[in-house]
C-alpha cells in the first residue's frame, strides 16, 4: 500500500474516532436549544469571569462541529446571539463557519478528489469548465439561499478545481446575512425571561426574518440571473436551463 494511501486510512479513522466519541458520550444533547435555556445563566457568569477563554474555546468547538458536519451548527449559532450578543456571536459564528467548511473542503479534497477524477473525469471536466465561467457566483448562490446542506456544499466544491482561497472568502461573504438572522433570533430568545416575552414584537419579527430569508434571497438571486441572462434557481438549488453548462 503506498503511503499517500495508509495516510489517508489515518485521517477517515481519525475522522469516524470523533465522530464516533461525540455520540457516543451523549454530546449532542449540549447542542440542543432546552440544554441552551436551562444552561444560560451559568454560561452568562463564566462568560463575565473568562470572556476570552470563553469566546476561543466556543469558536474552536464551533470549527471542530462544523468541519465534522456534526449536527448542532444551527443551535449553537442561536446560542452565540444569546449568550454573546449581536455583533460579538456574528464576528465569532462567520470566521468559525468560514474556517470549518473550508477545513471539511480542504479534508474532502484531499480524500475523494483523486478518486473522482479517476471514475468521473469527462463529467467533473464539464463541471469544471461552468466553475471556471460562473463558479463564485454559484457559491455565493447556494451559500445565500440554504437549499443545498451545509456539508453538501463543502463536499461537491472539493472534487471542483475552485480555488481555496475563492471558497473561503465567497462562503464568508455569503453566509454572512443568514448568519446575522440566526445570531439576532439567538439574541432575542436570549432576552426571554417570562412566558410574556415569547409574543414580543422583537422575538416575533427575528422568526419572522428567519422564515423568509431564503425565499427573499432567492428571489433576489433569481432577478440578478435574469438580468444576466441566466437561468433561475430552481428548487433544488440547481441553476436552470440558461445557466447550465451547455457542453453537460
Known amino acids: 500500500m503506498r503511503m499517500p494511501e495508509k495516510k489517508k486510512i489515518v485521517l477517515v479513522g481519525c475522522i469516524l474516532l470523533l465522530i464516533g466519541l461525540f455520540f457516543a458520550f451523549n454530546l449532542d444533547q449540549y447542542m440542543r436549544l432546552s440544554f441552551l435555556k436551562e444552561s444560560r445563566e451559568t454560561f452568562r457568569a463564566l462568560y463575565a469571569q473568562h ?33 454573546f450578543g449581536f455583533w460579538a456571536g456574528l464576528v465569532l459564528i462567520s470566521f468559525a463557519s468560514t474556517l470549518g467548511g473550508t477545513l471539511a473542503c480542504i479534508v ?72 446575522a438572522v440566526y445570531i439576532n433570533a439567538g439574541k432575542q430568545l436570549g432576552e426571554i425571561s417570562s412566558t410574556s416575552d415569547i409574543f414580543s414584537a422583537d422575538l416575533i419579527l427575528s422568526f419572522l426574518i428567519l422564515g423568509i430569508f431564503p425565499l427573499a434571497v432567492k428571489k433576489v438571486v433569481n432577478l440578478i440571473r435574469a438580468k444576466l441572462g441566466k437561468g433561475a434557481i430552481t428548487p433544488d438549488g440547481e441553476p436552470g436551463a440558461g445557466g447550465r453548462d451547455s457542453t453537460a
Open 108 to 179: 474532502a479534497r484531499y480524500l475523494f478528489r483523486g478518486w473522482a477524477r479517476e471514475k468521473l473525469g469527462a463529467w467533473l471536466n464539464r463541471i469544471d469548465s461552468g466553475i471556471r465561467r460562473e463558479g463564485a457566483f454559484y457559491l455565493l448562490t447556494l451559500r445565500l439561499i440554504p437549499v443545498v446542506p451545509f456539508f453538501l456544499i463543502n463536499l461537491g466544491m472539493a472534487l471542483t478545481s475552485m480555488r481555496l482561497l475563492t471558497f473561503y472568502w465567497i462562503s464568508q461573504v455569503g453566509m454572512l446575512p443568514g448568519t
Open 51 to 83: 470572556t476570552v477563554l470563553v469566546l476561543g474555546g466556543f469558536f474552536l468547538l464551533y470549527v471542530g462541529v462544523t468541519a465534522l458536519s456534526l449536527p448542532g451548527a444551527a443551535v449553537m449559532t442561536l446560542a452565540a446571539g444569546a449568550l
